[in-house]
């Protein structure tokens, strides 16, 4: 059952409902913002990673110092999120609802990129109420993240 929006963030995915236990793990040396989509490199969790792959490794729960520990909840198909479209286009029910999204940044969509592998963020429905826009000119995506094509697994 999709949840309505009732608060706007400016970035970053905002976990609708209750969101899996959280995991923690090492940063890499990068400064992590609560919201951010955390992806496996050498060991550690980083924000630099501009695309949903099979490194996905989940949304940051916290805001997270350079080579600190960082709590994230892990990837996980069950949970909704609010997430912020990037300056691609505003969404339309009946054209966006049920694709699949790549990231645009760490800490929002881009519904003009479909990926085909690893990870995706399917939209399960929008927001774009005048309060939704005067936030993100584009509106909020309400959707879950899915194994797309072929999964190798993440640490």
Aim: hydrophobic share 40%; with cysteine.
């Amino acid at each position: 059952m999709t949840k309505r929006v009732s608060k706007y963030q400016a970035t970053g995915f905002l976990p609708l409902g209750e969101p899996p236990a959280r995991k923690v793990a090492t940063a890499a040396a990068v400064t992590i913002v609560k919201g951010d989509a955390l992806h496996w490199s050498a060991g550690t969790v980083t924000n630099g990673t501009v695309a949903l792959a099979a490194t996905f490794a989940g949304i940051a729960a916290a805001d997270c110092a350079s080579g600190g520990s960082c709590e994230y909840y892990p990837a996980d198909a069950d949970v909704q999120y609010s997430v912020p479209v990037a300056a691609n286009t505003v969404l339309v029910a009946t054209t966006h609802i049920g694709t699949n999204c790549d990231l645009s940044a760490c800490n929002n969509i881009a519904v003009n990129d479909d990926p085909t592998e690893g990870y995706a963020f399917q939209i399960d429905d929008i927001d774009i109420n005048a309060e939704a826009i005067a936030i993100n000119t584009y509106g909020y995506a309400i959707g879950h993240f899915r194994v797309i094509g072929t999964q190798t697994g993440n640490s």
